[in-house]
């Protein structure tokens, strides 16, 4: 059974910085082109960051370009988001996403950019 699980959220200060990760399972990781989303309260899923199945190409929205950079390690089956210099407006549930044959979700990870 296909799985996504993330982790790494939490609270942090404005300027700060914190590292999503997803571990999958249960599909060929390798096979997936992988995408972090974020839904803050009140406002519709947006797509923060994409990435290809072998890592080789990375795209970012605009709001996050120069401070997030996405990864991945598909000997671990895991995907990376890390996040510098945080600001308030990042608050958000992420949820990272594999697009394949399949789509599969994971449960999402609150961040919480707040002094």
């Known amino acids: 059974q296909a799985q996504l699980v993330e982790s790494g959220g939490g609270l942090v200060q404005p300027g700060g910085s914190l590292r999503l990760s997803c571990a999958a399972s249960?599909?060929?990781?390798?096979?997936?082109?992988m995408r972090w989303h974020r839904q803050a309260p009140g406002k519709e899923r947006e797509l923060v960051a994409h990435?290809?199945?072998?890592?080789?190409?990375?795209n970012y929205a605009d709001s996050v370009k120069g401070r997030f950079t996405i990864s991945r390690d598909n000997a671990k089956n895991t995907v990376y988001l890390q996040m510098n210099s945080l600001k308030p407006e990042d608050t958000a549930v992420y949820y990272c996403?594999?697009?394949?044959?399949?789509?599969?979700w994971g449960q999402g990870t609150q961040v919480t950019v707040s002094s």
């Open positions: 996403n594999a697009i394949g044959t399949y789509s599969y």
């Open positions: 249960g599909f060929t990781f390798s096979n997936y082109v």
């Open positions: 990435i290809s199945s072998t890592g080789r190409t990375t």
